[in-house]
């Protein structure tokens, strides 16, 4: 079967897809996303790589597509590859050599293979975003053929570096789909966005007028729980006035993350 290549740079994005018999790549440049200060723990770095996994199949089932599976070797080609990217922002790696070289280190081959790197973006949803609104991005993450995916984030300075490797192969028994982790839920997080800000004290308050005047709540129970700052059994303006606090508090460099341990300092 004739091998087919195609990759993508964003954020400083570019697209190609040609036969690797031809060797040849075209690309077309965008301006990079704007560097903001950002500090991810290993950790959080590999739930980041899930995710955009996970978002990946998100955009695929809204089309139909199946969806990818993550093999854990090319998960592991692409944080070398991210890596890479750290020093050299190319489709070429460091030493020289196209960027799908990478998974013959991983025992790898391929019928198809893609690639997509970015930089600058601060979240798994503003890199998908970025590429997404790309058309040769777009294209490998909807491309009907591929079968498999990994990708590879890491942070160096305050910039977050992202990969994405696309694959067709024959079957892997240890490929799976990625799932989503499941958000913990922050008291004062009315929207189970992960952050407790402004909108959470709208929509507290919002709550509040419409029950003081005889209304119907606006709330679920599990909204209830969480809008339920002080755990007075009401919901009412002391508990937005709370939440605004926490958010101030941490938006001026704040460490606590609880809100309620917050209230206790």
Known sequence: MKKIVSFVMAAVIAAVSVPCITAEAASMSA??????????????LADYANEVAVIVNKERSAKGLKPL??????????????NEITRVFDHHRPNGTTCFSVIE???????????????????PERVMTAWMNSEGHKSNILDPDFMYIGVGVVQKGSTLYWTQIFLKYEEFSDA?????????????????????????????????????SGGSSKLNSEQK???????????????????LG?????????????IKQWLRQ
């Open 225 to 243: 729980k969480l809008a339920d700052i002080d755990s007075s059994g009401m919901i009412d303006s002391k508990d937005a006035s709370y939440v």
């Open 69 to 82: 599976r993550v093999l854990p070797k090319l998960q592991s080609a692409a944080q070398v590859r991210a």
């Open 105 to 123: 280190e991983f025992g790898l081959d391929y019928y198809y293979i893609g690639e997509n790197i970015a930089a600058g973006q601060t979240s």
């Open 31 to 44: 301006v990079p996303a704007a560097e903001q200060t950002v500090s991810a723990s290993d950790s959080e």
């Open 246 to 258: 926490f958010y101030s508090y941490l938006s001026s460099g704040g460490k606590t993350t609880d």
């Open 176 to 212: 799976y789909i990625p799932k989503e982790k499941e958000k913990p839920k922050y008291t004062g997080d009315l929207n189970s966005d992960g952050k407790v800000d402004g909108r959470d004290a709208s929509a507290i308050l919002i709550e509040y007028a419409a029950v003081s």
